[in-house]
């Protein structure tokens, strides 16, 4: 099971460039954003609460992040937890993306989701509830556009010509899907277009429930399981490591019998000497007793 992690929130070109290196210096399989483009003053509809993130604290924007990150790394894998499909056109979004997939040489993870945030999908020109169709169409457009010679596109929400759409990817037929949610309307896009389910903040025993649902849907649709990555989104919490390194271990090794392919840990901090700290320890201690289980 590969281990990555979320690059830190600091807004400065030394906290994002500096922690890249040492995580790819400490062989991170990952390097992982979130999306935010705007902090409404409403948060309603975050799970368990108000969203944490202070509308007035500086996010930078997610793509542009991981441009930044492909030029200053060489092998980690560079992703998005999610990126939020009703963000951003998905013309641009596609040769945004190609462009990091160019940058990095092919290490570009697309993680995507339809978003949660009423109030800044519509500040975005996205309907509310409309975006799961929309989102459909838009893993279309990506896929019309990375793969077709002459990119055309007829749909509800979406529509262009013949196109001249280059470069293509690096990586073939196009940088993996990972559809995050789990939704019903979620499991459905994992298997009808993703290429794996990011899941985020669940469990062994909600993973193992999940991961059965998933597989009885694909199964049914006649999608190869093997096909279909499973990964997780993990919020490494100071509660969690005041148990101790082995508590960490012993968690993890239950996703990798669940048949986890990857894990983001997110441990971000507005310290970045903890952040790196913490690094430290999942590179060090963590990863290699979770390799060796």
Excluded: N
């Excluded at 055309?152 to 993996?176: A, C, N, T």
């Amino acid at each position: 099971m590969d281990i990555g992690c979320q690059l830190p929130m600091v807004p400065t070109r030394e906290a994002l460039t500096s922690f890249a290196r040492e995580a790819e210096q400490r062989r991170m399989a990952s390097l992982w954003v979130s999306d935010h483009v705007v902090i409404p003053h409403s948060s309603s509809g975050y799970p368990g609460g108000r969203f944490p993130h202070p509308p007035d604290k500086p996010y930078l924007e997610p793509v542009t992040v991981l441009a930044a990150a492909a030029m200053v790394t060489s092998h980690a894998r560079l992703g998005a937890s999610v990126f939020v499909l009703g963000h951003r056109h998905p013309v641009l979004m596609a040769k945004m993306l190609t462009t990091i997939d160019a940058l990095s040489g092919g290490r570009l993870i697309c993680g995507v989701g339809v978003g949660w945030w009423k109030q800044e999908l519509e500040a975005l020109g996205t309907p509310f509830e409309t975006r799961g169709r929309r989102a459909d169409e838009m893993l279309r457009v990506f896929k019309e556009l990375w793969t077709s010679d002459h990119p055309r596109f007829e749909g509800e929400f979406y529509r262009f010509g013949d196109l001249g759409f280059s470069p293509k990817p690096v990586q073939k037929p196009h940088p993996p899907l990972w559809v995050g949610g789990d939704s019903p309307g979620a499991f459905r896009r994992v298997v009808a277009l993703g290429d794996g389910w990011h899941a985020s903040g669940k469990t062994p025993a909600e993973m193992r429930d999940r991961i059965g649902k998933l597989r009885a849907l694909a199964d049914a649709a006649r999608r190869p399981w093997e096909s279909l990555t499973m990964s997780l989104r993990f919020a490494l919490t100071d509660a969690l490591l005041q148990q101790g390194a082995q508590a960490v271990v012993d968690l993890f090794t239950e996703y990798k019998r669940l048949g986890l392919a990857h894990i983001m840990v997110d441990f971000r901090r507005d310290d970045l000497g903890r952040m790196l700290e913490v690094l430290d320890l999942l590179a060090t201690k963590i990863r290699p007793a979770v390799d060796a289980a």
